[in-house]
């Protein structure tokens, strides 16, 4: 069984950064991409960052420039760098791993931007 655990998220006032972090534990197979999600309440959950198994990245508009997602294989695990926090990314924030065996998420991490 492969548990994703989520660590970082809190509250943070506007322009102010926060780093998440998401690792695996369990029997792991290959991993092919890692990505990172968010949900608001009432909004659909989103795609904020994502990055291939050849740490290639990807970001919507809505964040790109001041999220920066990094990988680390050796430790099964996935950063998200958030820079000049914005209030509407106010979020519950979900890790993803695409495996060999399957899809994994993680239990969400609350984001909160406020003053």
């Known amino acids: 069984q492969v548990q994703l655990v989520e660590s970082g998220g809190g509250l943070v006032q506007p322009g102010g950064s926060l780093r998440l972090s998401c690792a695996a534990s369990?029997?792991?197979?290959?991993?092919?991409?890692m990505g990172w999600y968010r949900q608001a309440p009432g909004k659909q959950r989103e795609m904020v960052a994502s990055?291939?198994?050849?740490?290639?990245?990807n970001y919507p508009d809505s964040v790109k420039g001041r999220f920066t997602i990094s990988r680390d294989n050796a430790k099964n695990t996935v950063y998200l760098q958030m820079d000049s926090l914005k209030p509407e990314d106010t979020a519950v924030y979900y890790c993803?791993?695409?495996?060999?065996?399957?899809?994994?998420w993680g239990q969400g991490t609350q984001v909160t931007v406020s003053s």
């Open positions: 369990g029997v792991i197979y290959s991993i092919y991409h």
């Open positions: 990055i291939s198994s050849g740490n290639r990245s």
């Open positions: 993803n791993f695409v495996m060999a065996d399957g899809d994994y």
